[in-house]
């Protein structure tokens, strides 16, 4: 293996295609080349036959990066989007770390443009300016007087295809700082018909998940767990599973956490499961109910907390006019995603070991598997595949279920890949849930219905806690994740006091679309409404009272006039209710207004929700509006019937029968509208999620004499659904 | 025991137990993986494949059940219906995730087979237990009045 670390661009390849390869490292453009037994570590590989694919660091899950930051080399490069194609990058942190994660490779917190915006667009840039100075080199031309459109260098008279110049080209230095288009010259950046890249393997059934490897001669392994999450493997008695045709075995996982079934297919294995005996010890297994734990979270909202989360005073609420108090509660949630998690891991000729995984940390992951096989991190190889979903599932600080694949793979003789499987009841009960959360609120109003003062104490599970995420999230003691949305909500609230109160964490925990703001926005936003009508005063104008300000405020209310215009806020039809509610997360702004007919006692039904999103630039368009859809349907679809509970430390749900998802039926028309924006990008994969509950909650109040859901799920606290 | 299944247009020979889903010969057996896996129960779609042209729950489906049948799955589609339903599917960009997609694509075009012109209402009612984690619904539906229109002409 050699990398080439100076900034000349290189030649790599064997076959008949040469490819310049351009990277970034830290140090500005570097061109990675590579011989026969290397690896690459670049952003664009451009072939002399004219190909250009862009290396992508992050997982494809849906949420568009497979289109996004090939869009970005394509413009800057001077390609049409038919001209590019797309790889999954390999692990390797040093070159495709997410910049916001530190020296981690990773997919999560709504980043992925927002951290590969200039990164690619530099990677775009530095090839145009090498190709062309091949080509100004050997047509004795002005390299200034160039250009490439449409993947054809022009200019001086001439026009030739890139892929001519990829040999002079990987001899160039590439420039340090690549010149960057204007805005005001994209092409690709913010146009609204830039389709995506994987559409077409999508529908016709060609697009390959890691649930679509087939090795030869795999065995497929699914893991037997306890009933209750720390159960520990006593004995097992597989006499019933060899009735099983295509069983090959069972096998006590090392650290006792499972059993592993092999078995020659996926049916098999599942049977043979089924008709194994484990005997467990249970002694150290989770035992607490969801009723110990809301109890336990509702006593600590009582309590005096135990973080002033923005060392204030308390706040005085005496002298208050009124009072406005609402308690909530939220339940565990499970992500579901529609492919079950698994991953197919193999031994390599090289004494090595490959990952097949819809992988969405690959530094996680490697690392692990580095120290269960005892391999240095160079012998462990990441192939990264589209993944059916995650909504977080797949990103662990545990990498649990690769783990369990290494785990799985280690005792065998590994002369046969061991594809792992979940199904969809190991899903739903295999725990990583959207933590429980409580949240205590008390507005104070004057006469004139002014907020004088906002008294806001949240009890919960801290997910980063005891992980090795803690460092990123936990400051002061306080778990930046457990009151995202209220303690640094862009309202300007005054005197608003933030309490915190971590409670005992039972099964596991994990971020859900969202994390935080999966409830702290629900609670914001619907206490904002009782507020409003506490006030007597219209629910939309009254929050923009409080959105006064900085850009922050500016940006927040541009949102919400925008949906409350499009959505024609105050003139529903006869028959109709709406409800609205505005979130800034990841540094998006989303306002939303749901329309409903019905009420909570005779059915409602989700006729329209229209949604304004402020996202800074828009790189693709169709995709943000489909990002906002889909976030706008999660977050509706959880709210409405969706929990986890315990009994005795048992899940209760298994499947989509007891964990119903959105259907189509549910949910009607969504119009969404993008603000322009110069500002730098930032997420759109989760903003969506948040305002859709609240704004539901505010639409059913307006319908149902007031009823403001506060403990969700909604259809076990008052509300029908038609 | 050994099953003849007759699958996109050819006959396969098939070395299955009674009982085995129709769901994991496709997949497991015949490396067809257009077809997913999302539930185990029917609950979700993502199987759904054409029995005598009719969609059906492969998981549910067992191999002794369509010893008679023809079965199809999305790789072998092949009619007016799909082609439209296939070409709505890019115009419209449908798909993020694209796990259920297989399931949602084969249950369309068993709707626009039978009604070639579906209200917003008969849409849902049909597409009902394909489930979309994504929430891709807005764009399916929309997707199933394109693919209409371009049955249409």
Known sequence: MRIQTTRRGFLAGAGATAFLIVGLGSRGATAAASTESKMLNPFVKIGSDGSV????????????????????????????????????????????????????????????????YLQYRKAGAAARQMLIAAAAKEWNVDASGLAIEDGMVEGGGKSAPIGQFVAAASQIEAPAEPKLKDAGD?????????????????????????????????MVAVIKRPARKDGIVVSIDDSGSKAVKGFINAAVLPNKAGVAVYAQNTWAAFQARDALTVEWDMSKAESRSSDEIKSEIMAALEAEPEFNVRKNEQ????????????????PLLAHAPMEPLNCTIEATEDGGILLHDGCQFPTGPHAAMAQIFQLPMEKIQINTMLAGGSFGRRATPTADYQVEAALAFVITDRKRPVKLVWSREDDITGGYYRPAFGHKVRVGLDADGKIIGWDHRIAGQSIMKGTAFEAFSVH?????????????????????????TDTQKATSLLWWRSVGHTH??????????????????????????????????????????????????????????????????????????????????????IEKVTCAVDCGIAVNPNIIEAQMEGGIGYGIGHVMRDKITLVGGAVEQSNFPDYEPLR??????????????????????????????????????????????????????????? | MQYDLQLNGKTHSVDAEPGTPLLWVIRDELKLTGTKFGCGVASCGACTVHVA??????????????????????????????SAIQQAWVELDVPQCGYCQSGQIMSAVGLLSENPKPSVTEIDEHMWGNACRCATYQRIRAGVQRAAEIMEG
């Not at chain 1, 942190?93 to 916001?100: F, G, M, S």
């Not at chain 1, 003139?571 to 306002?591: C, D, L, N, T, W």
Request: charged share 20%; aromatic share 6%; hydrophobic share 40%.
């Open chain 1, 520 to 605: 702290t926005a629900y609670v914001m936003e619907v206490m904002m409404d009782l507020a409003a009508v506490a006030a007597g005063k219209d629910p939309f104008t009254f929050r923009l009272d409080y959105l006064k300000g900085e850009k922050d405020q500016q940006r927040m209310a541009g949102v919400l006039k925008l949906a409350a215009e499009k959505a024609g806020w105050g003139k529903a039809p006869e028959g109709r209710s709406q409800g609205i509610a505005v979130h800034k997360s990841f540094g998006s702004y989303v306002a939303e207004v749901v329309e409903i007919s019905g009420n909570a006692a005779d059915g409602v039904k």
């Open chain 2, 53 to 82: 042209g009719e969609p059906v729950r492969s998981c549910q489906t067992m191999i002794e059940d369509v010893a008679d049948d023809e079965v199809t799955t999305i790789e072998g589609l092949d009619s007016k219906a799909a």
């Open chain 1, 664 to 722: 189509i039926s549910d949910i009607g028309a969504i119009d969404v509208h993008i603000v322009k924006s110069g500002e730098a990008p930032t997420g759109v994969g989760e903003p969506g999620t948040p305002p859709a509950a609240p704004a539901l909650a505010n639409a059913i109040a307006a319908a149902s004499q007031d009823l403001r859901v506060s403990s969700l799920p909604m259809a076990e606290n008052g509300v029908t659904f038609a």
């Open chain 1, 53 to 116: 694919t862009a290396i992508v660091k992050h997982f494809e899950k849906g949420q568009g990066p497979a289109t996004g930051l090939p869009t970005l080399i394509a413009e800057e490069l001077g390609v049409r989007m038919d001209q590019i194609g797309y790889e999954f990058a390999p692990s390797n942190p040093e070159l495709y770390a997410n910049l916001t994660f530190g020296k981690f490779q990773g997919t999560g917190g709504s980043t992925a443009m927002a951290n590969s």
């Open chain 1, 186 to 218: 994209f092409k690709l950046i913010g146009n609204p018909d830039v389709r995506r890249l994987d559409t077409a393997i999508k529908s016709n059934g060609t697009a390959k998940f890691a649930m679509d490897v087939h090795l030869p001669n795999q």
């Open chain 1, 476 to 500: 002061d003691g306080v778990d930046h994740s457990s009151v995202e949305g209220v303690a640094d909500t862009p309202y300007r609230i005054p005197g608003q006091f933030v309490g915190l």
């Open chain 1, 315 to 330: 706040v005085a609420l005496d002298g208050a006019a009124r009072i406005v108090e609402k308690t909530f509660y939220f």
